[in-house]
Every structure is written in structure tokens, then in C-alpha cells.
């Protein structure tokens, strides 16, 4: 049979023990009772949008972003590369060429600038759907032939059998030199010291000149790996001055 005075006595003991100091400011931790969820992974580029290819593993939140940097950069519209309302789709060529030209920019990055922020789209195109050309200065062609005189018999050997010190070069006609030197110049917006010793050409005395054999070996490599590099040269990223841009009106430091 129930015992009703054992239930009230044991009523009055826990009234009795909560009222002490040490029971009445205790509470249970309600927090280790319970499991903790797991935070919430913000969705990758490929769970939100259809057919992407080289964004995958970025956030979703960063597409758009990426999409208006290219958009300025390469100064067109967004249908300048998708087709309206299928985005999608890869019906336009310029969209297989961007594609490309983002393989381009890891493959320069990761080989020649540890990925080190050096290059981007605005770096060549300036706002421009065709990145500018080259247009040789016959000036500097013919300032550069005076300095490099060689007679005729050595036109068509290689150069480094009539240079000294050649590197990047080798196998190139000689005559052909004075010509690649004067659209280096040009390119850069700046004389043969920029790079050479004054009197000693084949000195390496100058960061400059190793910098320069750096990008002309960067340039054989992306001719090596790349449909779309047939007019990719120094002008391409430089425009005329020593330091290209990363970002408009910003130069690579």
C-alpha cells in the first residue's frame, strides 16, 4: 500500500535541501545534455549554378562577384559570352575562350609566380574585349640595329654563335635580334639600360635582365600549352610600361 507521510517526508527533504546555498544556485548544464549541431558549409559554386566547370569548389557566393570583375575587365556585357536566360548554355565561342584564358591564368600563376597575384584578365585587356597590339616603332627598330651591327654573313646564324651570354635565344637567327630588342623596348616603354649595362651587353649585373628571361621562357610556355597565344607578347601585359596593372590604375608590386 502507498505510504503517503514517506512521499511528503521526502517532499519536505528536497524543499528542505534546495533551499541550502550550494543546491539553490545549482542547474543542471542543460548545454552538455545536449548534442551540438553541426555549422552550417555555405553551398559551393556547383550546388547552386549548372554547368561549372572552373569554379568548382568555390562558394556560390562568389560566382557573380567573379563574373562583374570579368565583365569590366574585358569591358563586354554578359551576353558577350552567355546566351540570355540559359546561362548555362556554352553556345558562344567567347565562353570557351574565357575557359581557356582562366587555364592560361593558373597555368602562368602557379609556374612562374608561386600564385602570387601577377597577372589577371585586366593585365591584358584593359577593358577591352581584344587585348591591344604591339605596333612596332620603326624608331626604336632601327635605334636598336645601330647597336646591334652585325654583318651580313651572321644574319643567319644562331644567335649565340655571334652573341655572348645568350640564354633565351638560342637558335634564333642573329638578325633577328635587333628586332626582338626593339619590341622589348617598346613593350616596356624604356631603353636597352633598363636591362643591360651600358658597354657590356652581356653583363647580368641587372634584376631587370634576369626578370625579362623569366617572362620570355613564360612566354614559350604558354605558346607551348595554349590555341589563343599566336599575339601574346610583352606588350600584351606591360602596355608600354615597365610594371603591368593587377587591377585598374593598380601596378603588380
Known amino acids: 500500500m502507498h505510504n503517503q507521510k514517506y512521499d511528503r517526508a521526502v517532499v519536505c527533504l528536497l524543499a528542505l535541501l534546495l533551499s541550502l546555498p550550494l543546491f539553490a544556485s545549482w542547474q543542471a548544464p542543460a548545454a552538455a545534455t545536449q548534442t551540438a549541431k553541426p555549422a552550417l558549409t555555405p553551398p559551393l559554386a556547383e550546388d547552386v549554378f549548372n554547368n561549372i566547370q572552373l569554379l568548382?569548389?568555390?562558394?556560390?557566393?562568389?560566382?557573380?562577384?567573379?563574373?562583374?570583375?570579368?565583365?569590366?575587365?574585358?569591358?563586354?556585357?554578359?551576353?558577350?559570352c552567355h546566351v540570355a536566360h540559359k546561362w548555362d548554355a556554352d553556345d558562344k565561342k567567347p565562353k570557351q575562350t574565357t575557359r581557356e584564358m582562366f587555364q592560361l591564368l593558373g597555368f602562368v600563376k602557379?609556374?612562374?609566380?608561386?600564385?602570387?597575384?601577377?597577372?589577371?584578365?585586366?593585365?591584358?585587356h584593359r577593358g577591352e574585349s581584344t587585348p591591344a597590339k604591339l605596333q612596332l616603332d620603326n624608331a626604336a627598330i632601327e635605334r636598336v640595329a645601330k647597336l646591334i651591327d652585325i654583318s651580313d654573313a651572321d644574319k643567319n646564324r644562331p644567335a649565340e654563335q655571334v652573341f655572348k651570354n645568350i640564354q633565351v635565344f638560342k637558335g634564333v637567327p642573329a638578325g633577328r635580334i635587333a628586332n626582338a630588342m626593339a619590341g622589348i623596348s617598346t613593350s616596356l616603354g624604356s631603353r636597352c639600360n633598363y636591362c643591360h649595362v651600358d658597354d657590356d651587353y652581356a653583363s647580368d649585373a641587372k634584376d631587370a635582365k634576369k626578370t625579362a628571361r623569366e617572362m620570355i621562357k613564360m612566354r614559350g610556355g604558354i605558346a607551348d600549352r595554349f590555341s589563343l597565344s599566336t599575339s601574346f607578347g610583352c606588350f600584351t601585359c606591360h602596355h608600354g610600361h615597365q610594371t603591368p596593372e593587377i587591377e585598374e590604375g593598380k601596378l603588380v608590386e
Open 56 to 80: 568548382k569548389g568555390a562558394p556560390a557566393e562568389s560566382v557573380l562577384p567573379t563574373m562583374e570583375q570579368i565583365r569590366h575587365s574585358v569591358g563586354v556585357d554578359c551576353e558577350y
Open 110 to 124: 602557379s609556374t612562374y609566380f608561386g600564385r602570387q597575384p601577377k597577372v589577371s584578365c585586366w593585365t591584358c
